[in-house]
């Protein structure tokens, strides 16, 4: 018999009610009160998991004349760009640095011990060293309120590559709602929201048992304690964004 994999968050709600008593015990939570749950247990799970983010790398392409640049909303960061500004026009090149530099070329031929490997180790290191001298790194600034990108100075380059913390958000499809830790804590917020959401102590069932709210409220909040010990330990990567 094949097992029914929890893909997606109405699996995940189904599952849920089963586990509050459905379909023999009316669960009086609504589908969005269900989804605020699943919500807050993959939030407090990627905390723990992946220090609340998703760090990755976007690309950008700029046009010119253009400052300002309307990201992802769920981008709450930008700790780093690569992209050209314009050149100076007066850079002061350092004494024993000339413009002209004369490649290194090596062969099948060559002889590797005719090589002067410390000459060409300075050499390489000077070129280095200018490149950087000439390629000037834009000034920016990212609001995350706005989720707007500024450029103080207009970029050179057709394309900026920005490093990049986003809030993980999960797909239509994901494999993160069948993901114990998740399961588990969203069960224990859907106990404790259920015995709030009544308002009651205690209401009798169709065989005319009862049932206590307060205890529901404990069991949750049993669960979620021993569940938020589980997660002081996890450090364990969510998988692969892809922008």
């Known amino acids: 018999m094949a097992i029914d994999r929890i893909d997606t968050k109405e699996k995940l709600r189904e599952y849920i009610k089963r586990r509050l008593g459905a379909p023999l015990l ?14 807050k247990a993959i939030y407090e799970y990627s905390y723990y998991a992946y220090d609340g983010t998703i760090e990755g790398t976007l690309l950008v392409e700029l046009t010119p004349g253009v400052f300002e640049y309307k990201l992802d909303p769920r981008i709450h960061a930008v700790s780093g760009l690569q992209a050209s ?3 100076s026009t007066f850079i002061n090149i350092p004494a024993g640095y000339t413009l002209a530099m004369n ?21 390489m290191a000077k070129m280095s060293n200018l ?6 790194q834009v000034n920016f600034d990212y609001n995350s309120n706005n989720s707007t990108l500024y450029f103080f100075e207009e970029p050179v380059s057709s394309v900026a590559v920005l490093e990049i913390a986003m809030d993980y958000e999960p797909g239509e499809v994901d494999g993160i ?7 588990k804590m969203a069960e224990a917020e859907a ?4 015995s709030n959401v009544t308002g009651k102590y205690s209401s009798n069932l169709v065989n005319g048992s009862t049932i206590n709210y307060d205890d529901m409220r404990s069991k949750g909040e049993s669960m979620l304690e021993a569940v938020n010990e589980e997660l002081q330990t996890l450090r364990e990567p969510l998988g692969v964004y892809i922008f």
Do not use: H
Not at 28 to 39: F, G, V, Y
Not at 103 to 123: A, H, K
């Open 177 to 183: 709602y069948n993901n114990n830790i998740i399961k």
């Open 131 to 136: 490149r950087n001298l000439f390629d000037v």
């Open 26 to 39: 009316r669960v009086e939570l609504t589908e969005d009160m269900l989804n605020d749950c699943i919500d």
């Open 103 to 123: 490649p290194i070329t090596l062969n099948m031929q060559d002889n590797v011990s005719n090589i002067d490997i410390q000459s060409m180790t300075q050499r």
């Open 191 to 194: 106990w404790i929201m259920w």
């Open 85 to 87: 500004s314009t050149y």
